[in-house]
């Protein structure tokens, strides 16, 4: 949410300090809210961001996720698909790849491997989320044990924990459940 805020995805107009890359950010953004289903006003050109901001949420967290479960089996491979390599040795290799930390490099790793999944030319992976709450997301993946990631029923729980209190929230409301 602060990352989108901060660029004024819902607003109107961009900011007059946005840079023109953050203005053509910007435009991706609401392209792709609107393909979510945000909706723009007409009127007054704001929009809603609300399954923006949960799109955005869901795939850093789900792309540093898998960057783990990869990196916890063995799977993390370099682009060149010559070795696979540990989260340590991303963070080793960050500065020389162009990448802010070990967790971006093993998360673009990641999504090389799995462009289906990940789409890499997603806008919403060109976001770069505030430090302050990117270091908690690291921290709650970083502190997950390891066993967590090697379990054959692993990934599974871990959808279903993700899920859990919108799974709720649709139960309690007694609305037929459709795909959104």
């Known amino acids: 949410r602060a990352a989108i805020e901060q660029l004024g995805v819902g607003e109107s107009t961009p900011y007059s300090h946005l840079s023109p890359a953050e203005r053509e950010l910007r435009r991706k953004l609401r392209i792709h809210g609107r393909q979510l289903g945000d909706v723009r006003d007409s009127k007054t050109e704001s929009q809603e961001t609300v399954r923006l901001i949960e799109e955005v949420a869901y795939e850093h967290w789900h792309r540093m996720l898998f960057a783990r479960f990869l990196a916890e089996n063995d799977l993390l491979m370099l682009p ?27 998360s673009r790793y990641a999504a090389k491997m799995l462009p ?19 270091l908690k997301l690291e921290k709650l993946v970083a502190n997950l044990p390891s066993e967590v990631f090697t379990a054959s029923d692993s990934l599974g729980w871990v959808y279903q924990f993700w899920q ?8 309690k409301s007694g609305v037929k459940i459709g795909a959104r």
């Open 80 to 106: 060149d698909g010559s070795v696979s390599v540990s989260l340590k040795e991303c963070e080793d290799l960050a500065a020389e790849e162009g990448a802010r930390n070990g967790w971006e490099l093993a």
């Open 164 to 171: 859990a209190k919108r799974k709720d929230e649709i139960n």
């Open 116 to 134: 289906q999944i990940f789409r890499p030319d997603s806008p919403v992976f060109e976001l770069v989320l505030p430090p302050e709450y990117e």
